[in-house]
DNA sequence: CATGAATGAGAGTTCATTCAT
DNA sequence: GATGAATGAACTCTCATTCAT
């Protein structure tokens, strides 16, 4: 595949991002992608086969492109009790950002794609986040921050309410000040007054 | 409508309702319901419209045929403790249950119809719960079982923790052991050793 | 078929003949029917076999009903022309009623069921029609109040004009000015001045 | 749309067309267009959506290639009452022509779509020829040719009497004889011996 | 006689997928 | 590589008609 071609599947992987945060996953159709990309029908299945190996794609390109927005604003400097406000933050404008997301694409998908696979992208992401906060965690006591006799239980706590409140979230709505509630539900379990 | 057909009508629920908890909600379509339920196409449409009318009715039966295992099961020698205990472990029973739940396609629906209107089914059942476990929190304190400086962030954590294990039980998947940790790590944040 | 029963195939060829005046002929379904009479779909079957059967019966039953409205109203001292006069005032009231009408189902019917056979409805009607004018002006000419070298043709005229009003009025509409300017030619082609 | 797929257009109305000109408009289904085309299901709605789209696109191309074979005989030669007799004679062959008609389906469709608006098809035309006759009788009474008191009501008792037969032939059937005896009167009200 | 539930044929419509150009 | 016309399977929905009660 030339260098054209590669930029060409760029383009409609791009596109095709922008089709699912939409409408979502299963509502996609061939149809869809080929209209948004403008380009022809039997263009489209040069690239790609199905909706299914788009949407793979595509997440597989936003693993690739996310790398770690969270790490880089790390500093030397920074607390534990800081690092995980600054990640909960993020986590936070996530939430609240209505459309531009392809949590309910990548729901449906995994409803439909179950997997109990270590290799499950959503169980991946879980688990890496269970050990970022646990360590975390375990950072905050030991530098006299963080009071907590289970950071495991604690690091597993923060991300089932994170998912927890993303389905919410898309579903019946959510609003700040329940986010901050919560979020600060969460600071106070851990921070020592 | 006589009473026959009152009693066709329930068993085509009841059999959507297992087309429902297999296939999710999209994916249902009026054919697959006539086949489950072995009628002619013409038979279905004399009793429901759409699959949507046909899955909120299922989830309305449902509703009405729940009617709380949980609260039948309280006594009044029932401490607090008891009772979170109780309905925490109906919570893990039906996270557990793999097969026979419509939450696939209960999250399919509202995340096509996703309101904020203070009658979306789930955000309902959400604050039912909130409310619920917020109430029997604040009896625990008074009682001196339990010890919580938030009793409406540690109800809400609960029920955002409960969400976001839905979720992954769905979608990859989820251990009794991973169940258990996390309940046991809610209980140990409240009760007094 | 018991006097109940003939009164009940009275009851739904009235209420039919309000169906096909509403919606034409091809437009209409045994169920319209059954549910414009409010009766049972097998309780119409007893009755009637098809559209078509209401339909003819119910013309047959308007040609029983209708037993000429028009010569009643003639008396013994009127004059060819008064009669003619009378007669147009007749159609023309008729072709400018819009709605309680069933004109378009009948050239529906007809359109579908076409024969040249001399006992289509139509034809003998059109028939009888040139047969009533041509007698008529044939009177007026005797009496000295007509001039006509071709009464037939006059007679034929008329009766292709009145159609073709027909045909205007429920497919483009149609003006009283335009029907008495019409009218008022034909007069004045036969009175002798 | 490319040079191909504008052919493929036009042979897709030709045969509906015919298809039209045998079973009416209400009679054909977008199945039948598909299998009198010999194409399939889907590539019929590549270019029509509906039987209604399809019968209006006839009738415009119908409309662009009639471009009058009327005013093309027409030459200066001519008089008023030639001119005249070519017109009638042009409207007695398509009286007659039984089949290769979309009389049927045209009416139809009106009766179905009435209004009284001047962009009415049939009223265009219904105006149109009104016009034309009109200046057609006016010349020849200036000419010498015809007598007529009142041009306007003579050219509309033209047209309406041509509607009238226009129906008759589709409903009851209308003999060559019929035709020549009404034309044969229509010109001798004209014209002067 | 009368009911109305049930059936199944058939029309409309949309898309994934192929293929000649 | 790229196009887009073409196909056909799959779904939705409506009715004429039948039949057990």
Redesign the pocket.
């Known amino acids: ?2 260098e ?2 590669v930029q ?1 599947k760029k383009y409609i992987l791009e596109t095709a991002r922008r089709v699912f945060m939409e409408k979502g996953y299963k509502n ?7 209209e948004a990309c ?10 790609f ?3 299914e190996q788009i949407f793979l794609e595509v997440l597989e390109l936003d693993a690739a492109e996310t790398d770690d927005v969270f790490t880089e604003n790390i500093t030397q400097e920074d607390t534990a009790a800081d690092i995980l406000t600054l990640f909960l933050k993020e986590q936070k404008k996530e939430l609240l950002r209505k459309k531009n997301t392809l949590t309910v694409a990548v729901y449906e998908y995994f409803f439909a794609h179950k997997s109990t696979d270590k290799n499950n992208m959503l169980r991946r992401q879980f688990d890496a986040g269970v050990r970022v906060l646990e360590k975390l965690i375990e950072a905050g006591i030991a530098s006299g921050e963080f009071y907590c006799e289970d950071p495991r239980g604690a690091a597993s706590n923060i991300m089932y309410v994170l998912e927890g409140m993303k389905i919410d979230a898309q579903t019946f709505g959510i609003t700040e000040k329940m986010v901050d509630e919560q979020l600060l539900y969460i600071m106070q379990g851990l921070i020592i007054e």
């Open positions: 595949m030339g054209k071609s060409k996609v159709t061939m149809k869809d992608i080929v403008e380009i022809s029908r039997g263009g489209l299945y040069l690239y086969d199905s909706t």
